[in-house]
């Protein structure tokens, strides 16, 4: 109860938003999803017409997780400043180099929406491939957890029995 009540208030869902990002077998899908979304949408947007300022926003808007949008609002601010969009995600290190790298050459190219639907690309084929090792790991997870608990209650059952045996 008091773990909701914290997370309810601006710190605490902005330490909460970082912290999902940082567990072990769960944050890189979390982090993966994020940038498939982001590429996706912003490749939507750049090849739709839209400014690239204007999507940014937009992203930026519609992205439910604190710890990001404020990473996302910095690079709208130095791209409004006018600096390049790699630049800025590159100043902010939390965006992939590989990204960084794909968005400066699309920016170079000219064709930053193509770059970003590579990118977009990439990190599907990325989130596909750490979920199915996800699906893999969980049940075996689980089926040791499961051991371990009716191993605990055989090894209670066993020492009461002989504990009231030894008692005759």
């Known amino acids: 109860m008091s773990f909701r009540i914290f997370i309810s208030t601006p710190s605490g869902r902005l330490w909460w938003d970082g912290y999902k990002m940082k567990i072990p077998a769960f944050g890189p899908v979390i982090l993966g999803r994020f940038f498939a979304q982001f590429c996706h949408t912003m490749s939507n947007l750049v090849n739709n017409g839209v400014p690239l300022l204007n999507s940014l926003r937009l992203v930026t808007r519609g992205t439910p997780n604190r710890f990001v949008r404020n990473h996302l609002e910095a690079v709208v601010l130095d791209v409004g400043e006018g600096t390049s969009l790699a630049r800025a995600m590159d100043k902010t290190k939390s965006f992939p180099e590989q990204l960084i790298d794909r968005v400066a050459i699309g920016e170079q190219t ?23 090792r996800l699906t ?4 075996m997870v689980m089926l040791v957890f499961v051991a371990a608990i009716v191993g605990v ?16």
């Open 136 to 139: 893999t790991v969980v049940p």
């Open 153 to 168: 209650v055989a090894y209670c059952m066993i020492t009461t029995i002989f504990g009231s045996m030894s008692g005759l």
């Open 110 to 132: 000219g064709e930053l929406g193509k770059a970003f639907a590579k990118a977009a690309a990439k990190y599907d084929e990325d989130l596909d491939v750490r979920i199915g």
